[in-house]
Nanobody, 118 residues
Framework: VQLQAFGGGLVQPGGSLRLACAAS????????MGWYRQAPGKERELVAR???????TYADSVKGRFTISRDNAKNTVYLQMNTLKPEDTAVYYC?????????????WGQGTLVTVSS
């Protein structure tokens, strides 16, 4: 099972970006899919996650600005980021709790860099 993330880049403050992360492999089901981020010198933190039942959790710092969504048919999770701030600059990692024929695994994508700067 692999997770591959797309969509990072450089954006000005106030701008928007959309991240996507697709899971591939022999997948039976995906429970939680979400996004974490790690800024330089800081610990990795939860940004947003969504359960298979569409229950969402957001970090307080992104509420009202970021929206997580899933396309279960494509095993893909998205993160729409609006009104970006310089403090959103970080490497963003997708994460998923995946059930496959090999069991349950907590999988991570490779990370995609988001830089918010003028």
């Amino acid at each position: 099972v692999q997770l591959q993330a797309f969509g990072g880049g450089l954006v000005q403050p106030g701008g928007s970006l959309r991240l996507a992360c697709a899971a591939s492999g022999t997948i039976l089901s995906i429970n939680v899919m979400g996004w974490y981020r790690q800024a330089p010198g800081k610990e990795r933190e939860l940004v947003a996650r969504m359960s298979s039942g569409s229950t969402t959790t957001y970090a307080d710092s992104v509420k009202g600005r970021f929206t997580i969504s899933r396309d279960n048919a494509k095993n893909t999770v998205y993160l729409q980021m609006n009104t970006l701030k310089p403090e959103d600059t970080a490497v963003y990692y997708c994460n998923a709790l995946i059930s496959s024929r090999y069991g349950l695994s907590n999988s991570w994508g490779q990370g995609t860099l988001v830089t918010v700067s003028s």
